[in-house]
């Protein structure tokens, strides 16, 4: 019924869920913290979009592989989304609010192991049945 997905199939989905990981991530990143450091408006909205993009790139691996396995059922891609976002999102409402340097990598950090571990449940639930 289905084919194999394109390569622009691929790329929609790692940017959806890119977007996931960004949204969810928006709880941990304080970029107010950015007017307290010392560079020019254009340094700090450089840091900013790297900022931004990195966070995008941290939901997209597990949104272009969920793409792969979802040839009857968009069940992975959502997992990867729920859990790119989730992850940092409940990290945060836990109380896990590191200071400006530390964040970033932290809301990565959480954003990936997040969209992975999403993934990671359909996909080791499907190779135990088999």
Do not use: H
């Amino acid at each position: 019924m289905y084919g194999k997905p394109t390569a622009i199939e691929r790329l929609l989905n790692a940017v959806i869920a890119g977007s996931f990981s960004l949204a969810g991530s928006f709880f941990m990143v304080d970029f107010k913290a950015f007017k307290s450091l010392p560079l020019s408006v254009r340094q700090l909205a450089a840091l900013a979009l790297v900022v931004v993009l990195s966070l995008v790139l941290a939901g997209a691996p597990a949104g272009w592989l969920a793409r792969g396995f979802a040839w009857r059922t968009m069940l992975p891609f959502g997992l990867a989304c729920a859990g790119a976002y989730l992850t940092p999102a409940l990290a945060w409402f836990a109380g896990l609010e590191p200071a400006w340097p530390i964040c970033w990598p932290a809301a990565f950090a959480l954003a990936f192991a997040g969209s992975w571990a999403g993934l990671g449940l359909l996909l080791g639930r499907r190779r135990g049945e088999s």
